[in-house]
């Protein structure tokens, strides 16, 4: 079951091959054909929770960018900010 409590339907397909394959003799062509489905289908789910993750220096760029965020705004408290500095914030828009 995945964390939000509802299943995917790769979580689903998966369930569904597991149950099948409790119906099989272990010895017989059908147990290994839905036992390669079902290592297919664990291999697609692992992938989907890796491709999930966000990368590290992802995370490094944004604390650096909220850190002269929060810079400016320390220094903006202190002393008057001219509107050249604002101009050295890298903001992206995607």
Request: proline content about 2%; aromatic content about 2%.
């Amino acid at each position: 079951m995945s964390i939000t409590g509802s299943e995917t339907k790769l979580e689903k397909a998966l369930d569904r091959a597991l149950r099948e394959l409790e119906t099989h003799e272990v010895d017989s062509d059908k147990y290994a054909a839905v036992l390669d489905r079902v290592a297919k289908l664990h291999k697609l789910k692992e992938e989907e929770k890796s491709s999930a993750r966000v990368k590290p220096d992802t995370l490094v760029h944004a604390g650096a960018n909220l850190l002269g965020i929060l810079m400016i705004i320390r220094h903006e408290n202190i002393n008057v900010i001219t509107s050249r500095a604002m101009s050295l914030l890298p903001i992206r828009t995607k």
